[in-house]
Each structure stands twice: as C-alpha cells, then as structure tokens.
Nanobody, 123 residues
Framework: QVQLVESGGGLVQAGESLRLSCTASGRSFSTLHVGWFRQAPGKEREFVAAITWTGSISNYADSVKGRFTISRDNAKNTVDLSMNSLKPEDTAVYYC????????????????WGQGTQVSVSS
C-alpha cells in the first residue's frame, strides 16, 4: 500500500513559479511510476506529467512542456513538480499519482492518488 501527500500549493501571480512536492509512504514506491494530474473547476481531470520508477524517462502534457519539470528522489520517497512561468489557466487542484499504468495520460490507470493541493494563478 502507498499513501501520497501533496504540499506546496498556493496563490501566485502569472509569470511566477511554484514547486509542488509529494511524499509517499510504503516500501513499493521506488518500483512505481509517479506523476501529476490536475483538475480545474468544471473541467475534466487531466494529465500533467509523469516519470518512470527509475527516473530516466519523463513525459509532459503539451500545455506545460517547457515550463514544468517533474523529478523524483527514491531515497526520500518524494516526487516534485517545478512549475515556472505560471499562467491563469494552470489554476487547478493538483494530484500526485503512483502506479504502473499502461497509458500514463489516462487517470484510470493510476492506482494511488493523493488528496490534492490547490494552485491558483492570478492574472
């Protein structure tokens, strides 16, 4: 069993940066792929970024590519999402996920979910 707890959300202005962290408990964390999804009010939950269990391969949604960076530290059981050049459309609840999905971009494939952390970007 793996439990995920996000932190680092908040309110920032457009163009600023924010770093989200996710701390995992459970011995199997280092064998799982991890990622981030987000959900804005009235919208579907969408894929943001993911990284393999080794940390060697990462993938990003087109909307955040070049602005967001995902990283993990298996020794600390953490996964971070560095977000730069934030835009108002990045406003959402961000969820940390872990699992072994066949399709990273589909939420149904991720087995473990955190409670979410709010990110708000003002214009």
């Amino acid at each position: 069993q793996v439990q995920l707890v996000e932190s680092g959300g908040g309110l920032v202005q457009a163009g600023e940066s924010l770093r989200l962290s996710c701390t995992a408990s459970g011995r199997s964390f280092s064998t799982l792929h991890v990622g981030w999804f987000r959900q804005a009010p009235g919208k579907e939950r969408e894929f943001v970024a993911a990284i393999t269990w080794t940390g060697s391969i990462s993938n990003y949604a087109d909307s955040v590519k070049g602005r967001f960076t995902i990283s993990r530290d298996n020794a600390k059981n953490t996964v971070d999402l560095s977000m730069n050049s934030l835009k108002p459309e990045d406003t959402a609840v961000y969820y940390c996920v872990a699992g072994r999905p066949a399709d990273w971009r589909t939420s149904a494939g991720w087995h473990y979910w955190g409670q979410g952390t709010q990110v708000s970007v003002s214009s």
